[in-house]
C-alpha cells in the first residue's frame, strides 16, 4: 500500500505564488509517473502537470509559463511551483502517482487532496 501527503495549499492573492509538495511512502519499488491534478467546484478533475521519473514534464495549457513541476525521486517527493496565481486557479488540488510496488506490479494512487484560494 503506498500513502501520498500532500502540503502547500493555502490563500494567496492574485499574482502571488504558492508551493505545493507530495510525498509518497509505502512499499514502493519505482515511480514512474507523478502530477498534479485539480477539481473547481462544479467542475471535471484536469490533470494540471505531469512528470516522469526521467523528468519529462507536460502542462495544461492554462498553466504554461505560470507553473513548474518538478520531482526528488530520492524523497519520492514531486512538487508544484505555482507563481502568477489567477483566480480561475482556485481549485482542490490533487496528487497522482503511478506506482510500481514490484517490477510487474503497477497501480495508481491519489492523495487527499489540498485547497488552493486565489483572490481577486
Known amino acids: 500500500q503506498v500513502q501520498l501527503v500532500e502540503s502547500g495549499g493555502g490563500l494567496v492573492q492574485a499574482g502571488g505564488s504558492l508551493r505545493l509538495s507530495c510525498a509518497a511512502s509505502?512499499?514502493?519499488?519505482?515511480?514512474?509517473?507523478m502530477g498534479w491534478y485539480r477539481q473547481a467546484p462544479g467542475k471535471q478533475r484536469e490533470l494540471v502537470a505531469s512528470?516522469?521519473?526521467?523528468?519529462?514534464?507536460n502542462y495544461a495549457d492554462s498553466v504554461k509559463g505560470r507553473f513548474t513541476i518538478s520531482r526528488d525521486n530520492a524523497k519520492n517527493t514531486v512538487y508544484l511551483q505555482m507563481n502568477s496565481l489567477k483566480p480561475e486557479d482556485t481549485a482542490v488540488y490533487y496528487c497522482n502517482a503511478e506506482v510500481r510496488s514490484t517490477l510487474l506490479r503497477k497501480s495508481g494512487y491519489w492523495g487527499q487532496g489540498t485547497q488552493v484560494t486565489v483572490s481577486s
Open positions: 512528470i516522469s521519473s526521467g523528468s519529462s514534464t
Open positions: 509505502g512499499i514502493i519499488f519505482s515511480i514512474p509517473n
